[in-house]
């Protein structure tokens, strides 16, 4: 920095090349530029990091190298369903146990929905699943390619 | 690996985003497919950039488009959504280095960036026509992403966000939570400190850090 002018704050150097300052810090850097040799030089090495940064390619992996891919809404609330009818069975079970051993009665069409429950969940998780290959079978762009 | 940077303008590809977030919302599946394969880029690139690890950055990357997807009907489609998925890769990223004490404490990384990017010609630069320069200013580019590898957490993300992402001060700010006086003064000092790492040992300063820059 200039001994002269030892008030500029360097940093606005920064703001100054990103184009970020007031059109007041904008003229005052500038102007200090002009006769700071030193800020002069500063300012063009971080111009030439910034343009060197920004013309750097990162190669990203080709789309058959992901693992998974993202769920569709249809199959996140299908598995959300069956995983919570699941949990309510199994509370509803734990429960009915414990109503059966302290007073011993037995509701037949209470246990007819305890057996269908679990299955209905299943139902709903395998759709879930079904939902996302689908949909990675519908978009999957090589599907007319023969192997 | 796909080294294809998009062609497309900031507001073309932010358009194309939008369209892709609100067609993906409505079940349509090749907007959900496309929106997913756009989102994993952004955080595969931003991962790699903050962690140097090709690995791990694809892990934070899937895991962080899971979370978008699983967010994605609380998303307010007028904003841009790199900035959302940055975010959730900056949160996952900073909880990863919270568990790996050892690789945050050092502040760099396990790998440098120099041997994953792929590099191209400066725009101002004469190295289309002189293979020498071209290859001085790859060699430029490879030290430089090395350099980013040694910045703190906080430097690293900023200089990322700006010097490659393109982010305005303000944006970075949001993005971040932190005030815009801050991002700049963040910025400045990992510039700075990038410029002494780039400067060769015997230099004092007086001659520019690239070789193919001349002074204007």
Known sequence: ????????????????????????????????????????????????LTAAAM??????????????RPRTSLSRWLSYAGFGLLAIWTLSLVAFLVHQAVTDATSVRFEALLGLAPALAIVLIVASTAVDRLQTHQSDPYKKVQK | ?????????????????????????????ACHSELGRRSAQYCYRFALQLTADPELAKDVAQESVARFF???DRFDSNQPIERWLYQIVRNRVRDLARRDRARSKSGA?????????????????????NPAVALEQADFQRHLWNAVASLTEDQ?????????????????????????????????????????????PEDEGETPIHPNRKES
């Open chain 2, 156 to 200: 690293r993300e900023i200089f990322v966000l700006r010097d490659f992402h393109g982010l305005s001060y303000r944006e970075i700010a949001e993005t971040l939570s932190i005030p815009t006086g801050t991002v700049m003064s963040r910025l400045h000092t990992a510039r700075m400190r990038l410029r002494t790492l780039l400067r060769p």
């Open chain 1, 1 to 48: 920095m200039s001994p002269e002018l030892p008030h500029f704050d360097e940093q606005l150097i920064s703001g100054y090349i990103d184009g970020e300052l007031t059109q007041q810090d904008q003229q005052r850097v500038r102007l200090h530029l002009e006769s700071c040799a030193q800020c002069r030089q500063i300012s063009r090495d971080l111009q030439n």
């Open chain 1, 55 to 68: 013309a750097t390619t990162f190669p990203t992996p080709f789309d058959d190298q992901w693992d998974e």
């Open chain 2, 109 to 129: 990384t396990s790998e440098s960036l120099d041997a994953l990017i792929e590099t191209r010609q400066l725009p101002t630069s004469d190295a289309s026509t």
């Open chain 2, 1 to 29: 690996m796909n080294g294809v940077k998009p062609q497309q303008s900031k507001a073309q590809q932010s358009a194309l985003d939008r369209a892709l977030v609100i067609g993906a919302r409505d079940g349509d599946p």
């Open chain 2, 70 to 72: 699983d967010h994605i």
